[in-house]
């Protein structure tokens, strides 16, 4: 049972989880005169990218709310009404009432350490499409 708690306490300290905040800027942009749908997969909902470093711990990064407000906030702003749909595509309501459907994806993650980049920055790439 010792070894065991040991064990845990151990593993314990071998990871890093990182929430990204959900608190974003009013954007600048123009409002386009279009009514806009937005589907949002699950996988783009609860997005979370996991990676082992050689010598070094397990860093997990949830993305999943923060994608949502971000597009909510981005898209709000930019199209005339935002309407949330709950598939990418069809015909009907809500699809007669938007000019287009938005449907961001994950495309790529990366993420640099301090001692990666030979400087005191972390820094994030997301590419979504």
């Known amino acids: 049972m ?3 708690l ?8 071998c990871s890093k989880e990182v929430v990204v905040q959900t608190t974003f800027p009013d954007p600048l942009v ?15 909902k609860n997005y979370d990218y996991t990676e082992n470093l050689p010598g070094d711990v397990s860093w ?4 999943g ?4 407000k971000m597009f909510n906030r981005a898209l709000g702003a930019l199209f005339q009404e935002l309407v949330p749909v709950d598939q990418p595509g069809g015909t009907g309501s809500p699809f ?3 000019d287009l459907v938005v449907a961001p994806k994950v495309e790529a993650f990366e993420f640099s350490l301090p ?10 790439w997301i590419k979504y499409t």
């Not at 997990?60 to 993305?63: E, G």
């Open 2 to 4: 010792t070894a065991l």
């Open 6 to 13: 040991a064990a845990m306490a151990a593993l314990a300290g």
């Open 30 to 44: 123009e409002k386009i005169e279009l009514d806009a749908g937005v589907y949002y997969s699950e996988e783009l």
């Open 60 to 63: 997990s990064f949830t993305l």
């Open 65 to 68: 709310e923060a994608n949502v």
């Open 96 to 98: 007669d009432r938007v």
């Open 115 to 124: 001692r990666q980049s030979r400087s005191d920055q972390y820094a994030v």
